[in-house]
């Protein structure tokens, strides 16, 4: 009886109880997560190159454990520090028109107002 309440509503696919916007939607999703992951590895191969390099260079796996340890603890103390209100975060502003950037999270910008191109610093978040 279920069965066929399912598969006459048009809102359900196949007497399963998932909808067709949910199919679709698990389908991007698995897309994004495709992609998320072919990201993961790819920063992962250039952080691994990069480790090499710089133990080609003579440095240790301590020195980077020290320093990732260090940021680490910055992160988190300028991350409480803003929660708290003790500090606000740091605004980019437009070295030509003076306007605030609207954030978005990518490392070249283009302020809307003059057209101003900025390029910043790839490790700010």
């Known amino acids: 009886m279920a069965r066929g309440f399912f598969s006459t509503n048009s809102n359900y ?3 399963s109880g998932v909808s067709n916007a949910s199919t ?17 590895a790819r920063l ?3 952080t691994e190159g990069l480790w090499t390099i ?13 320093i990732l340890s260090e940021l680490d603890t910055n992160k ?15 605004r980019r502003e437009c070295p030509n028109c003076h306007v605030p950037l609207q954030n978005t999270d990518s ?7 003059c057209g101003h191109e900025i390029i910043g610093n790839p490790f700010d978040n």
């Open 107 to 113: 490392i070249i910008d283009r302020c809307i107002y």
């Open 13 to 15: 696919n196949n007497g």
């Open 24 to 40: 679709m939607d698990f389908r991007q999703y698995g897309e994004e997560i495709a992609h998320l992951k072919g990201q993961v």
């Open 76 to 90: 988190k103390t300028r991350k409480a520090a803003i929660e708290s209100g003790e500090e606000t975060p740091k």
């Open 44 to 46: 992962n191969m250039i």
């Open 54 to 66: 710089l133990k080609n260079e003579g440095h240790t796996e301590e020195e980077l454990i020290d």
